[in-house]
């Protein structure tokens, strides 16, 4: 696949899967509830390509289309954004009426009322699906588990709010550069990825430079030191 037509998640998930598909790359924390999820790169890509196989093919997404993400930092975002990227969808992290899609949280569907089709997603480890969903929106987890683990790609459009793959690409770089990110790296955060430049150096820069992440929502901080260790926490990101 030249540049020209290579997606974001191709750029991020390629080295990867191809260094190391088995070693874990995402390991998700919610203190609140005791939840721990661990993705290794070949996992993650296989919800990944599920997510861009329903956005092709049952919402009928083209590449170039804009698709509103509005996803707390978690595992399942990490998939839908990897999805979303991999359809050629450029990603805002906003309401936006000009979107054609939206994928979010029960809490956010007052807000992507305008949108044509919407996804909503209850996040739960066991993929119970959002109670009481009103007519016309669609329950991700029930939807995505029916569709294929494998995606080609075609081409890419812009990736996040107007910015190129490349751009995108770069600028994750440049911040896993100066946040002292390698591919060696065990990264915890506790961030939000609640703007484009949060996402850039919450999730993306992390992927760009071959590391993986431990990503903790709920914080516990007196848990924080304990998972240093056992998680061998090389890295702490913070903003």
């Avoid at 919610?30 to 049952?58: F, H, I, M, P, Y």
Wanted: glycine share 6%.
């Amino acid at each position: 696949m030249n540049h020209a037509s290579r997606t974001l998640t191709d750029a991020l998930l390629d080295p990867i899967l191809k260094n190391d598909p088995a070693g874990p790359r995402v390991t998700f924390y919610d203190d609140a509830t005791g939840e721990r999820v661990e993705l290794s790169a070949l996992t993650l890509a296989n919800w990944a390509a599920k997510t861009a196989n329903l956005l092709r093919d049952e919402f009928g997404l083209e590449p170039g289309a804009r698709v509103t993400v509005l996803l707390p930092a978690h595992w399942q975002t990490a998939a839908v954004l990897l999805g979303a990227w991999w359809a050629g969808a450029e990603v805002v992290l906003e309401a936006d009426a000009d979107a054609e899609i939206a994928l979010v949280s029960a809490q956010h569907l007052g807000d992507v009322e305008d949108v044509p089709e919407v996804a909503a997603l209850s996040l739960d480890a066991f993929g119970r699906p959002v109670p009481d969903l009103p007519v016309g929106i669609t329950d991700y987890a029930t939807s995505v588990r029916v569709h294929g683990d494998q995606f080609r790609p075609t081409v890419a459009g812009p990736a996040l709010a107007g910015k190129s793959v490349d751009d995108v690409l770069a600028a994750a770089l440049a911040s896993a550069e100066s946040q002292g990110i390698t591919g060696t790296d065990r990264v915890l955060s506790e961030e939000a990825w609640d703007s484009p430049d949060a996402l850039i150096d919450g999730l993306v820069a992390v992927f760009a430079a071959g590391a993986s992440l431990v990503q903790v929502t709920h914080a516990d901080d007196a848990a924080r030191s304990r998972r240093v260790d056992t998680e061998k926490i090389t890295r702490q990101l913070s903003r």
